[in-house]
């Protein structure tokens, strides 16, 4: 069974602390990427990796960086979180570099108080 | 600018009743299309893909770009069908190629 792993369901923050969100996927896929889904603007791209050590900026890359230090792991990094990054986040992986056959995880509800 | 839109934030139909999810789109290229589906507590898929002009589970979507549309269409709506539905759009953007998503419908079948 094909997996994307993320490893919090949940997570709680204070604002300003430096979060860290990570993904592991056992498909040797080359493609990464991190999305945020909030009500009513869906689903919005944040960053996305071809390769090891490898980033792209997608649509809304401000307050985030990601590090791709080994094929299997896309992390997401909140330098100092806001109240406005409470989301939840979607990170996933796919064959093909267009992502749209990609593979999701189960996605982490990031709360920042 | 590329963006696609769906009109309704949620939608409810009886069981056994046609279903109709609107997905209007703009982009000055040519458009790829793509359903995604989230059933609760599920991970987010792909549903369809307007280039292979399948049908899965009991829905079709054409791409009409006359009206610029790709709407998703089921002509008896289940139970099981109950989830929150993206349409995507595929666009061209400096060498990548880039989905972006609509904001989503929440499809709700009732008994």
């Known amino acids: 069974d094909v997996k994307v792993t993320q490893s919090s369901r949940y997570l709680v923050k204070r604002t300003g602390e430096k979060v860290f969100l990570e993904c592991v996927q056992d498909m040797d896929h080359e493609n990464m990427f991190w999305y945020r889904q909030d009500p009513g603007l869906g689903l919005r791209l944040i960053y996305f990796?071809?390769?090891?050590?490898?980033?792209e900026k997608g649509d809304i890359p401000e307050g985030y960086s990601v590090s791709r230090e080994k094929k299997e792991r896309f992390s997401l990094i909140l330098e100092s979180a806001s109240t406005n990054q409470t989301s939840m986040y979607l990170c996933a992986s796919s064959r093909d570099r267009d992502g749209t056959e990609a593979f999701f995880g189960q996605g982490t509800r990031l709360t920042v108080v | 600018a590329q963006r696609v839109t769906q009109p309704e934030k949620l939608l409810s139909v009886f069981k056994g009743a046609p279903v109709e999810l609107k997905c209007n789109y703009s982009y000055s290229g040519s458009p790829e299309l793509f359903w995604y589906v989230q059933y609760s507590r599920q991970r987010l898929q792909l549903l369809l893909r307007?280039?292979s002009r399948e049908s899965i589970k009991g829905f079709t979507a054409d791409l009409n770009k006359g009206e610029t549309s790709f709407h998703l269409k089921k002509p008896f709506a289940q139970e099981e069908d109950s989830a929150m539905y993206y349409c995507a759009l595929l666009f061209l953007t400096g060498s990548a190629r880039q989905l972006t998503f609509g904001s989503g419908t929440q499809l709700t079948v009732l008994p």
């Open positions: 990796s071809y390769d090891v050590k490898m980033k």
């Open positions: 307007h280039i």
